[in-house]
């Protein structure tokens, strides 16, 4: 089992900036590949950016690219999200998800581990 616990959500300003983090414990961190998965409300679950196990590839949705970085330290279990230019649209509950020796999937059932995740709010 891998426990995944998100932090940093918040209510920012367009234009404004913040940083997600997803802390990851009960398995060996560096063999999985972290994702960053949103939801709005009244709309499904989208991709948002992945890193793969090794941290070597990492992959993003069009919309957030350019605009968002996937990081990982694999020394503290961490995986973040620095979300730069926010829009209003990009208002949604964000979540982490793992997936063992994954290569970064955008794809859901990819995953095997999810968190609970954190609001990010962006106002006009």
């Known amino acids: 089992q891998v426990q995944l616990v998100e932090s940093g959500g918040g209510l920012v300003q367009a234009g404004g900036s913040l940083r997600l983090s997803c802390e990851a414990s009960?398995?060996?961190?560096?063999?999985?590949?972290m994702g960053w998965f949103r939801q709005a409300p009244g709309k499904e679950r989208e991709f948002v950016a992945a890193?793969?196990?090794?941290?070597?590839?990492?992959r993003y949705a069009d919309s957030v690219k350019g605009r968002f970085t996937i990081s990982r330290d694999n020394a503290k279990n961490t995986v973040y999200l620095q979300m730069n230019s926010l829009k209003p649209e990009d208002t949604a509950v964000y979540s982490c998800?793992?997936?063992?020796w994954g290569q970064g999937s955008e794809n859901i059932p990819t995953y095997d581990y999810w968190g609970q995740g954190t609001q990010v709010t962006v106002s006009s």
């Open positions: 998800a793992a997936d063992l």
């Open positions: 890193s793969s196990w090794t941290g070597r590839n990492t």
């Open positions: 009960g398995r060996t961190f560096s063999n999985y590949a």
